[in-house]
């Protein structure tokens, strides 16, 4: 793979080619208008519907690294309509992967599964690689897709090293739409981890001095190890942040919820004295990104900071869970 042109951004060999290609982009199930946002900003990209609350299809026409780095989806395939394969490896995305292509079948039933490979084998001349595919074959409800693997979350933009409770890349990413980065912001998030929110908020705004603590010194560590721009680690926690009043200008979070990481009898205590902090450290038109499953617990807890204002609510759904991000802003008199 090729270097960065910003943090955490890799364009695959092969990727950086003109296309002209129909395409179905997956993302997070709360997250398909934000997606539709950033792609109808992209020259190269038009024709964009949602098809569902997690998948958007649209039409790329152009380098299909403009495509590739938007961060707001995990995979991207072709939906089978007549020869819309054959179509993709003649001015598409198959196009620009290596041949013979290898693929795999993903389909429980195994006689399916059998079939599949071996009319792809005989049709399009691939060759079945389970343990090393560019493109797999699956079937969804609206019918059978194949996922392109070098425009997988992953291969794009690497693997990130992680704990059982980390927030997910795509999480995070939505996180960092919410919070509406500026250049050169000093961003914080109090509840770092393994750092993978601040990632995601240099990649958006590569400009800012991003911060995070963390009461747990093994997930600190792991964050270091993920990225080395990180400088500004430490650990300390949430009810007594290491900054001066009035001196962060976005706070960005995954609250602790949930069966892995605390308790709803120690968020009693928690989330009023994080917001007190959040309350104390944000700028005067600061805004802060709060995600949580334990969401009667926040809102008890928003409604006597008074220095904080709940101006919106978006919920998501990843993994059985569904937790909802709170926006918060200052009240208007205090900005």
Same mark, same amino acid.
């Given at each position: 793979?090729?270097?960065?042109?910003?943090?955490?951004?890799?364009?695959?060999?092969?990727?950086?080619?003109?296309?002209?290609?129909?395409?179905?982009?997956?993302?997070?199930?709360?997250?398909?208008?934000?997606?539709?946002?950033?792609?109808?900003?992209?020259? +190269?990209?038009?024709?964009?519907?949602?098809? +569902? $609350? %997690?998948?958007?299809?649209?039409?790329?026409?152009?380098?299909?690294?403009?495509?590739?780095?938007?961060?707001?989806?995990?995979?991207?395939?072709?939906? #089978?309509?007549?020869?819309?394969?054959?179509?993709?490896?003649?001015?598409?995305?198959?196009?620009?992967?290596?041949?013979?292509?290898?693929?795999?079948?993903?389909?429980?039933?195994?006689?399916?599964?059998?079939? %599949?490979?071996?009319?792809?084998?005989?049709?399009?001349?691939?060759?079945?690689?389970?343990?090393?595919?560019?493109?797999?074959?699956?079937? $969804?409800?609206?019918?059978?897709?194949?996922?392109?693997?070098?425009?997988?979350?992953?291969?794009? #933009?690497?693997?990130?090293?992680?704990?059982?409770? +980390?927030?997910?890349?795509?999480?995070?990413?939505?996180?960092?739409?919410?919070?509406?980065?500026?250049?050169?912001?000093?961003?914080?998030?109090? #509840?770092?981890? &393994?750092?993978?929110?601040?990632?995601?908020?240099?990649?958006?705004?590569?400009?800012?001095?991003?911060?995070? &603590?963390?009461?747990?010194?093994?997930?600190?560590?792991?964050?270091?190890?993920?990225?080395?721009?990180?400088?500004?680690?430490?650990?300390?926690?949430?009810?007594?942040?290491?900054?001066?009043?009035?001196?962060?200008?976005?706070?960005? &979070?995954?609250?602790? #919820?949930?069966?892995?990481?605390?308790?709803?009898?120690?968020?009693?205590?928690?989330?009023?004295?994080?917001? $007190?902090?959040?309350?104390? %450290?944000?700028?005067?038109?600061?805004?802060?990104?709060?995600? &949580?499953?334990?969401?009667?617990?926040?809102?008890?807890?928003?409604?006597?900071?008074?220095?904080?204002?709940?101006?919106?609510?978006?919920?998501?759904?990843?993994?059985?869970?569904?937790?909802?991000?709170? %926006?918060?802003?200052?009240?208007?008199?205090?900005?």
């Amino acid at each position: 793979m090729s270097g960065t042109s910003s943090p955490g951004r890799i364009i695959t060999p092969g990727l950086d080619q003109h296309v002209t290609d129909r395409l179905v982009l997956r993302t997070l199930d709360g997250a398909a208008d934000l997606l539709m946002e950033e792609l109808r900003a992209l020259p +190269s990209v038009h024709s964009i519907r949602q098809l +569902s $609350t %997690v998948a958007v299809e649209c039409t790329v026409d152009g380098r299909l690294s403009e495509i590739a780095a938007c961060s707001l989806y995990s995979t991207v395939a072709i939906a #089978f309509h007549g020869d819309s394969l054959e179509r993709s490896a003649q001015t598409g995305v198959l196009a620009t992967l290596p041949t013979p292509i290898g693929f795999r079948v993903g389909c429980e039933d195994p006689q399916v599964r059998y079939a %599949v490979i071996a009319a792809v084998e005989r049709e399009l001349g691939w060759i079945n690689q389970p343990g090393r595919w560019d493109v797999n074959l699956t079937q $969804t409800a609206d019918g059978w897709i194949a996922e392109i693997g070098p425009l997988s979350w992953m291969r794009r #933009f690497g693997q990130l090293k992680r704990l059982p409770w +980390s927030t997910t890349p795509l999480v995070a990413e939505v996180l960092v739409r919410l919070a509406k980065l500026q250049p050169g912001q000093r961003i914080i998030d109090p #509840f770092c981890g &393994t750092g993978t929110i601040l990632l995601a908020a240099l990649r958006r705004e590569p400009t800012a001095r991003v911060l995070g &603590t963390d009461h747990d010194p093994q997930a600190l560590a792991i964050a270091d190890r993920n990225r080395q721009q990180l400088c500004g680690l430490v650990q300390a926690t949430a009810e007594a942040l290491p900054y001066a009043a009035g001196t962060v200008d976005r706070i960005i &979070t995954n609250l602790p #919820f949930g069966k892995q990481v605390g308790t709803h009898d120690a968020n009693r205590t928690l989330y009023p004295a994080a917001l $007190t902090e959040i309350d104390r %450290v944000l700028t005067a038109d600061g805004r802060a990104v709060l995600l &949580t499953e334990d969401k009667r617990l926040l809102h008890k807890a928003i409604e006597h900071q008074k220095g904080l204002k709940l101006i919106r609510q978006r919920l998501l759904k990843y993994n059985g869970a569904t937790p909802t991000a709170y %926006v918060l802003t200052r009240p208007r008199q205090r900005r």
